[in-house]
């Protein structure tokens, strides 16, 4: 272990003892400082670590999060293990929870970073709206379907397609009533495709969701992960002034069916590269490209 990450996992320790925190998360896959946590604080705190190594989940019982493929900075990586972390039931709306991140540009991680953060409806460190009800993120799918479309959204946020920025809009659970609240804009290319390839665990149909990312309209997602359709019009638009100030129809679309519905609504800002989730009619957590 390197000197800089035992001193940052000291510090970590003390904070999460001193603040009275529920959980802390090591967003980065160290498995010799993961230990050290382990035996310092015991059982009175839940340990969690995120890997880089892709959006497959390995045994929950390890309470290991999958991070997406991309380069992603510190408070991105912290942003996407909360929400994974909220999807796995590892962590609870109004829990507070010790972050510990660092720089992995050098291939080696060097922590440098501890962050106290509020799981808090009202929490600014997650970009959300005032009263956003985040325990919708656990319900609406199996943690590993949700963390395999969250990985979508981020990577195209990120690296774009064919090195150009495309907006994306995918919708995820209660699909037979996202379905029955919209239209389609264009030929379903997912009708008729074998279940199994249309599922967003499959390497596949998570390429195919990018492909089709730049299709007018919303991708459907069914809560077992099966890619119902894409090019869907959402008739349920939020009111004007109901979602943050600069958003646009995607936005508003995605606020609306969510309002309407027990899904969960991932919007890709075309302009910023930005992936901002929504729930219950709200906007529940903004990952900017820049994070």
């Given at each position: ?30 498995p010799e400082e ?61 829990q507070r929870v ?85 239209h389609q804009l ?106």
């Amino acid at each position: 272990m390197l000197a800089k990450n035992r001193a940052m996992i000291e510090g970590a320790v003390h904070i999460a003892r001193e603040t009275g925190a529920d959980a802390v998360i090591l967003a980065a896959s160290l498995p010799e400082e993961k230990q050290f946590l382990q035996r310092a604080l015991g059982q009175a705190h839940r340990i969690i670590t995120a890997s880089s190594a892709g959006t497959t989940r390995v045994a929950t019982d390890n309470e290991i999060l999958g991070l997406p493929q991309v380069r992603l900075r510190r408070r991105g990586r912290a942003k996407i293990a909360l929400l994974e972390g909220l999807a796995a039931g590892y962590l609870l709306p109004g829990q507070r929870v010790v972050i510990i991140s660092g720089d992995l540009s050098d291939g080696e991680c060097e922590l440098d970073t501890i962050a106290v953060v509020e799981l808090t409806d009202q929490e600014e460190f997650l970009g959300a709206q005032e009263d956003a009800p985040l325990s919708i993120i656990r319900d609406v799918a199996d943690p590993a379907i949700f963390d395999a479309v969250l990985g979508v959204c981020v990577e195209l946020g990120h690296e774009g397609k064919e090195g150009k920025r495309v907006g994306l809009l995918v919708t995820l659970g209660d699909a037979d009533n996202v379905l029955k609240l919209s239209h389609q804009l264009v030929l379903n290319p997912f009708q008729g495709h074998p279940e199994q390839e249309r599922c967003v665990l499959h390497p596949a149909a998570r390429r195919a969701i990018l492909e089709f990312s730049g299709v007018d309209g919303a991708i459907i997602v069914r809560s077992d992960g099966i890619i119902v359709a894409a090019g869907r019009y959402l008739q349920n638009l939020a009111p004007e002034g109901t979602v943050p100030a600069g958003l646009g129809a995607r936005h508003r679309a995605a606020a609306g069916i969510t309002s309407s519905t027990r899904c969960v609504a991932f919007a890709v800002s075309e302009t910023t590269g930005d992936t901002r989730v929504f729930g219950g009619g709200r906007l529940l957590m903004t990952i900017e490209r820049a994070d």
